[in-house]
């Protein structure tokens, strides 16, 4: 069964950056899309980014759109988010899924599987 992991998560200042990785063991994630969604306390599930089977195409909610970049690097089986220009609400424990082989996407929880555990994104001064 596909298990995804997450890492790369701390605590930073409002306009740093951070880059989280989604990583998986035995599975290769070129064949899969792959979507970062967030939970901050007290909100529900959000999506953030997705990336298509590789070579596919990326999208991005409004909220992070020119913050926020998705990518693969396919040696190393890892899909990573690298995050700019952070702001307070960006607050939330991150999480990846992963979802079919599909060459577009549109990060909504709904379509997407196999959930990691999260990694904690603290954004304040």
């Known amino acids: 069964q596909l298990q995804l992991v997450e890492s790369g998560g701390g605590s930073v200042q409002p306009g740093g950056s951070l880059r989280l990785s989604c990583a998986s063991s035995g599975f290769t994630l070129d064949v899969n899309a792959i979507g970062w969604f967030r939970q901050a306390p007290g909100k529900e599930r959000e999506g953030v980014s997705c990336?298509?089977?590789?070579?596919?195409?990326?999208s991005y909610v409004d909220s992070v759109k020119g913050r926020f970049t998705i990518s693969r690097d396919s040696a190393k089986n890892v899909v990573y988010l690298q995050m700019d220009s952070l702001k307070p609400e960006d607050t939330a424990v991150y999480y990846c899924?992963?979802?079919?082989?599909?060459?577009?996407?549109?990060?909504?929880?709904?379509?997407?599987?196999?959930w990691g555990q999260g990694t904690q994104v603290t954004v304040s001064s």
């Open positions: 899924a992963a979802g079919g082989a599909w060459s577009h996407c549109y990060p909504r929880a709904a379509d997407f599987g196999s």
């Open positions: 990336i298509g089977s590789v070579g596919g195409s990326t």
